[in-house]
């Protein structure tokens, strides 16, 4: 019913490196235990559903076709965070997970500083298609 994905670390000091973050692989069985059935127009978590959803959807597509990726989150000390870091063995890429496709979203300097070839995407309602079929 549940996932973890790891913190992803490579010795950035004020990485977090031991932490997990919990996701649902159906976030009707999120909504039931938190007992939170609103329209996304009324609720205060849509940020937080979403990410589950694309992050959940994500890992299922990538089993199906059996697409061999480490897949992470990313954190600092400081709480600058990156929502889904995936090492395909090519190279990373890194995700923001955004229900407004028109937020400001900017990548944390530590991060793009440290590791400077990652390809970095956002992914919102627009253009999640884009992210569960490539």
Do not use: H
């Amino acid at each position: 019913m549940v996932f973890r994905l790891p913190a992803f670390s490579r010795n950035v000091r004020n990485e977090i490196k031991k932490g997990k973050k919990v996701y649902f692989y159906d976030c009707g069985i999120r909504n039931a235990i938190i007992n939170n059935f609103k329209p996304l127009s009324s609720r205060t978590d849509t940020g937080a559903l979403w990410e589950n959803y694309a992050i959940a959807e994500r890992m299922k597509f990538l089993r199906y076709r059996n697409i061999d990726t480490a897949q992470y989150f990313w954190r600092t000390t400081q709480q600058q965070e990156i929502d889904l870091i995936e090492d395909n063995g090519e190279g990373l890429l890194a995700y923001e997970f955004k229900w407004n496709a028109n937020s400001k979203v900017r990548f944390p300097q530590t991060f793009t500083d440290n590791y400077s070839d990652t390809k970095t995407f956002v992914i919102s309602p627009e253009n999640i298609e884009d992210f569960l079929l490539i």
